[in-house]
């Protein structure tokens, strides 16, 4: 009964390759997020969903491309990775009403990348 | 830009109260107080939050002062297992709106 899942769990990879992490949340909520938690702990947003419409987008490189194919799942696509990238990947999901967000956040348990 | 000041770590032993300070001088009307936190290897949990209402959950209690710069997260009785990372954060709950992790604090409870 998890409620937010990430797939994979552990992802090494080399330098130039592309990847994809998944993510999926059986909550119902309609908006989901990706965070990016590198070496030094900093945890920091990269984008936002909300009913398969990006809503944030931070200054994040465009190798990067969040995939919404439905309101359950929000994927996230990385191209030509390079070695900062490595980081652990983090997918929430959270429940607006009208405009109101509670920001209470569910997060998924991670994704630890490593660029060779 | 940081809103939040946090001391980076405080221990406390089994059983006793936690209290976790914070500090947000600059605070707006509309801005609300949240606390999550981190344990180690996992994803980040939603503890509580309150907007100037001390409030209380199965997990916490969140005492914010009336002029509302600062905050206490009250953990009563903090087992080992609340050893964690503990993220003050204040934003409004616009649609937009979003979490910003500063450092937290890192709680240690010893036996």
């Known amino acids: 009964d998890t409620a937010v899942s990430q797939t994979p769990k552990y992802l090494v990879t080399q330098m130039g390759n592309d990847k994809s992490i998944k993510c999926e949340q059986n909550?119902?909520?309609?908006?989901m997020y990706w965070y990016k938690q590198d070496s030094k702990k900093f945890l920091k947003i990269m984008f936002s969903?909300?009913?398969?419409?990006?809503?944030i987008n931070e200054t994040v490189p465009n190798r990067f491309s969040p995939k919404s194919p439905d309101k359950a799942h929000l994927n996230l696509h990385i191209n030509s990775l390079e070695l900062g990238d490595s980081a652990v990947y983090f997918c929430a999901s959270s429940q607006e009403y009208e405009n109101y967000n509670y920001n209470e956040q569910f997060f998924g348990p991670g994704t630890r990348l490593t660029v060779l | 830009d940081a809103k939040t000041t946090q001391p980076p770590s405080m221990d406390c032993a089994e059983g006793r109260a936690a209290n976790l300070p914070c500090n947000h001088s600059?605070?707006?009307?509309?801005?609300?107080v949240y606390w999550y936190r981190q344990i180690h290897s996992q994803g980040p949990q939603y503890i509580i939050h309150?907007?100037?209402n001390n409030e209380t959950n199965e997990m916490a209690s969140l005492i914010i002062t009336e002029d509302r710069k600062s905050s206490t997260l009250i953990l009563p009785h903090a087992t080992l297992r609340d050893t964690a990372v503990y993220y003050c954060?204040?934003?409004?709950?616009?649609?937009?709106?979003?979490?910003?992790f500063g450092k937290g604090i890192t709680l240690s409870v010893r036996p």
């Open positions: 954060i204040v934003l409004s709950t616009g649609a937009n709106s979003k979490l910003t």
């Open positions: 309150g907007l100037k």
């Open positions: 969903y909300n009913n398969k419409e990006l809503i």
């Open positions: 909550l119902g909520h309609d908006t």
């Open positions: 600059t605070i707006s009307g509309n801005e609300y």
